[in-house]
Nanobody
Framework: QVQLVESGGGLVQPGGSLRLSCAASGLTLDDYAIGWFRQAPGKEREGVSCIRLSDGSTYATNSVKGRFTISRDNAKNTVYLQMISLKPEDTAVYYC?????????????????????WGQGTQVTVFS
């Protein structure tokens, strides 16, 4: 059974930085991708960035390109989301999900409902 635990959220001013971590257990690296998704109040969950664990292929949605970087440390079974130049519109609960490795990362990020497991979420609030 795949288990995911997010950490690293918090309060930050515009222009600030945060690094989110997603610690995974119970999964086979070759079979999974990990995605970061976010959900703001009253909005649907949207894909932010996704990474295939086996080969490191990544995708990031346009609104975060150049600001957010996804990476993985397979030895630690952990995926990170480094966020810089944060904006108020980045405010949301951030979730990591585990999805099929055979998807393209752009497809997985666009289809969060295909995730096989979810973490509990971590709140990111960007305030001025």
């Amino acid at each position: 059974q795949v288990q995911l635990v997010e950490s690293g959220g918090g309060l930050v001013q515009p222009g600030g930085s945060l690094r989110l971590s997603c610690a995974a257990s119970g999964l086979t690296l070759d079979d999974y991708a990990i995605g970061w998704f976010r959900q703001a109040p009253g909005k649907e969950r949207e894909g932010v960035s996704c990474i295939r664990l086996s080969d490191g292929s990544t995708y990031a949605t346009n609104s975060v390109k150049g600001r957010f970087t996804i990476s993985r440390d397979n030895a630690k079974n952990t995926v990170y989301l480094q966020m810089i130049s944060l904006k108020p519109e980045d405010t949301a609960v951030y979730y990591c999900g585990a999805g099929p490795a055979y998807y393209s990362m752009s497809y997985y990020c666009a289809n969060p409902a295909d995730s096989r497991s979810w973490g509990q979420g971590t709140q990111v609030t960007v305030f001025s």
